[in-house]
């Protein structure tokens, strides 16, 4: 894996939801040890599309430091290019 994500991308569990709602998820990352009712809600979100770029990471704290903060976070999803 890289030291960060690269290109746009939201952190959080709303922006993120906001994202897979709109179909503008390039790709989702997730932590391993965030709470199970957290892929349920993607799930619904994604509202029936099959989600095949799901990339878990182990743990919230290194997907915050991926994301370039200093907490954690649950998801982070890296959005599609705008034209």
Excluded: F, P, W
């Amino acid at each position: 894996m890289t030291d960060r994500l690269e290109g746009k991308k939201v952190v959080g569990l709303k922006q993120s939801i906001k994202a897979i709602r709109n179909n503008m998820d390039k790709k989702i990352y997730l932590a391993k040890d965030c709470d199970g009712k957290i892929l349920k809600q993607i799930e619904d979100a994604a509202d029936g599309r099959t989600l095949e770029n799901i990339v878990y990471v182990d743990t919230m704290k290194e997907l915050g430091t991926l994301c370039g903060i200093d907490v954690g976070a649950t998801i982070a999803v890296v959005l599609h290019e705008q034209e």
